[in-house]
């Protein structure tokens, strides 16, 4: 484990500082005016506290740079609704980026002056008499009511068909409709698929996915098992077996590297690389400095992972629990 640990913390190499300030911090974008873009969507109260500055070929935007951390929680909800990934995030030295844009001051000389309110003057219109022939007061047919067995109910947004006249001395067949139900088997929602096999990492691999690392127990190490997600730029180290705090950090996909970071991107630090896809898993090897450092697993469901590290595993729905899906479980039905 300390081997593990020691790799995470190569991956995420971030320097704290004694004066930290705290900013609330929407993501890391390549694209500027896809970015303007997006904050000009943002109400005017939240966009006159965005900065956006450049570091290396990224473009971060942020709102607010305080020493306070609590002054920004009941702010950072607001944010959210309109980047999903923006977080509280603290640094010494974001300030010292070239500044892109500052919306606090573009929004303080964009405001117009406040125009007089004039109320609009009601002019009298006289209304114009038009005269109406009466209308004549048709008689409405009756129509013989026909009954509806219980079997025809199930049937729904049926059109009526249209009315067959009978010939004399012909026996009409007799129509019916029959609904067929199709028995979704229970094997059928918790059926492995295939996952797509990619030759490097990339955004469509690691977007909006998750997996399972295993680190098979040695004779100083327990076994270990980390759910490993990944957001837009964003990853989240969760243990699940294994004495191991929750971690955090940005990626960056380049080429065949998978870099990780957790305040600026630099191409000099620690990466991954993904060497081979296997049947229900894919080998991912990190390095630092030039060197191998080793090869770990990341598995795709966590009974698989489980059953490498020797540990028992679940089935059905007890697996979707144990996996945190079933808040989307339950809300599709």
Same mark, same amino acid.
């Given at each position: ?40 969507? /943002? $109400?005017?109260?939240? &966009? ?7 570091? @290396? *070929?990224? =473009? %971060? ?14 702010? /950072? $909800?607001?944010?959210? &609704? ?7 995030? @603290? *640094?010494? =030295? %974001? ?19 406040? &125009? ?218």
């Amino acid at each position: 484990m300390i081997r593990l640990l020691v790799i995470l913390t190569l991956l995420i190499h971030g320097t704290h500082a004694s004066s930290q300030k705290y900013f609330i911090q929407f993501g890391s974008f390549k694209n500027l005016k896809g970015l303007e873009k997006s904050i000009d969507g /943002l $109400p005017s109260s939240l &966009r006159s506290h965005v900065l956006i500055v450049r570091s @290396n *070929s990224w =473009y %971060i935007p942020f709102a607010y740079h305080t020493s306070n951390k609590n002054a920004l929680k009941s702010k /950072l $909800p607001l944010y959210k &609704r309109y980047f999903k990934d923006a977080r509280i995030a @603290n *640094s010494s =030295y %974001i300030l010292n980026h070239p500044l892109v844009r500052n919306y606090a001051t573009e929004t303080r000389t964009q405001v117009a002056p406040k &125009r007089r309110y004039i109320p609009p003057v009601k002019q009298y219109k006289q209304p114009l008499l038009q005269y109406a022939p009466p209308v004549k007061r048709q008689a409405i047919p009756k129509y013989q009511n026909v009954a509806i067995s219980p079997e025809d109910n199930i049937l729904t947004n049926i059109q009526p068909l249209a009315p067959i006249t009978p010939t004399p001395g012909v026996t009409q067949a007799v129509v019916t409709q029959k609904v067929v139900r199709k028995q979704v088997e229970e094997n059928d929602v918790f059926s492995d698929v295939q996952p797509k096999k990619y030759k490097n990492f990339s955004k469509q691999m690691l977007s909006g996915q998750h997996y399972y690392l295993a680190y098979k127990k040695t004779d100083s190490n327990p076994n270990l098992l980390i759910k490993v997600s990944f957001g837009n730029h964003q990853v989240t180290y969760q243990p699940v077996i294994g004495e191991m705090k929750m971690t955090k950090a940005n990626y960056v996909t380049e080429g065949d590297r998978l870099y990780m970071f957790a305040d600026t991107f630099t191409r000099n630090g620690s990466f991954s690389k993904l060497d081979e896809h296997r049947s229900n898993h894919f080998l991912v090897s990190s390095w630092a400095k030039g060197k191998k450092l080793n090869t770990l697993r990341y598995y795709y469901k966590m009974n698989d992972a489980k059953e490498y590290l020797g540990l028992g595993t679940s089935d059905g729905l007890a697996e979707i629990l144990s996996e945190g899906d079933y808040d989307d479980f339950f809300l599709d039905e």
